[in-house]
């Protein structure tokens, strides 16, 4: 399976997006809502900013924020229903833009109902997702649960879906995912599976899980960590370790996403612009948080309605947005642009050639071309060449 190779996506939460209530006990709405309708005014700007796939957050009915599953195959009525999300998925192929859904199969709220599938204590009590008493882990060694995930991801892809975002991957046997993916890839050999991992042995859990990526953390770490430090050395001991994992898979690579601080909160707009330049011209398969392209901010805090900065509800069109983040969104537009000329980047190790606590200069080279990539944390500033002359530059 090759298209994935190509792909930059645009990572969005829905429900945030489009302003949809999450508080637990707000008052439900009549019917549904039709939200989504949202999102197909912002297709075009996927394709203006240069990226072809679409990353949603969960749009099944749920809870609260998405993640406590009540029903997957209903569209949450926060969002709309089935013809919205076909609406959707038209949009997307009529622009080319491959579609990814977010499906939470490790665990459900409470109220999702097959109490007989849930995981227990050796005393009988439900196991809760990490301490959260609002989330039931699915007990997946019981065969009913394997035939409703599959169920599940087939009744998606049927609709217009090319893969699935696994939330909590990190949390499930990976011999669960080994039974269920050959089974959804029999009826769909060209759907693509991605884990989000926080840490551990990548390579050995894409084996034995037959995942084709995994969310690559270390990476988003040592890029924020070592611009925000100004120590270059996080980020090429990072960058050696994520030149091993292309022997077994190309990693997801991102700087933001709705479950962390936003780049530029933690290292200012130039620091988010150097940010950028790395997810660009390094191997994996990036992603674009909403918003980052235009240096939005905000902060993750670990506390009731502590994600509500870096799930903000988005404007009906692009062209509402202020004009204070339009240089960093022409600065994405060219470094997607690079990475459009030279696909090869996707699995192509990187070489560091210098290397000092604010300054690193690092190369890849395919096909008889080239691109090297000079950043400079503590003047702000980064310089890009390609073999074939063409020069980027920030600022």
Known sequence: MQWPRTVIWWHVYPLGFTGAPIREGAARESGPQHRL??????????????????????????DTHGYDTLDHFRIDPRLGDDADFDALAAGCRERGIRLVLDGVFNHVARGFGHEDW????????????????????FDHHKPEVRAYTVEVMNHWLDRGADGWRLDAAYAVDPAFWAAVLPE???????????????????????????????????????????????????????????NELLDTFWPQTFVGNHDVT??????????????????????????????????????KFDRAGGDDQVRPVFPASPADISALGRD????????????????????????VRELENTRIRY??????????????????????????GEELHWP
């Not at 849930?118 to 008493?133: A, I, T, V």
């Not at 398969?285 to 901010?297: A, K, L, R, V």
């Not at 537009?333 to 696909?343: A, E, V």
């Not at 003047?379 to 073999?387: D, K, M, N, Q």
Request: hydrophobic share 40%; proline share 5%.
């Open 37 to 62: 309708e949202h999102l197909l005014g912002w297709l075009d700007h996927v394709v203006e900013l240069g990226t072809n796939g679409l990353l949603l957050g969960p749009v099944f009915a749920s």
């Open 184 to 242: 959804v890839r029999e009826r769909h050999p060209e759907a693509w599976f991605l884990g989000e991992v926080i840490h551990g042995d990548y390579p050995d859990l894409v084996r034995r899980s037959t995942l084709d990526s995994l969310t690559q953390y270390e990476l988003w770490k040592a890029t924020w960590s070592s611009l925000s430090d100004q120590n270059f050395f996080e980020l090429d001991w990072t960058l050696r370790r994520n």
């Open 262 to 299: 936003r780049i530029a909160s933690r290292v200012g707009k130039d620091g988010a612009a150097l940010a950028a330049a790395v997810l660009c011209t390094v191997p994996g398969i990036p992603s674009i948080y909403y918003g980052d392209e235009f240096g939005y901010t905000g902060e």
């Open 118 to 137: 849930w995981r227990r204590s050796p005393e009988g009590h439900p196991w809760f997702f990490e301490g959260h008493d609002t989330l039931v882990e």
């Open 328 to 351: 960093l969104f022409a600065w994405y537009q060219q470094l997607i642009g690079l990475r459009r000329r030279h696909p090869w980047l996707v699995d192509t190790p990187i070489e």
């Open 363 to 388: 190369a890849a080279g395919a096909d008889g071309q080239e691109v090297v990539t000079e950043l400079d944390v503590a003047a702000g500033t980064v310089r890009i060449g390609s073999s074939d």
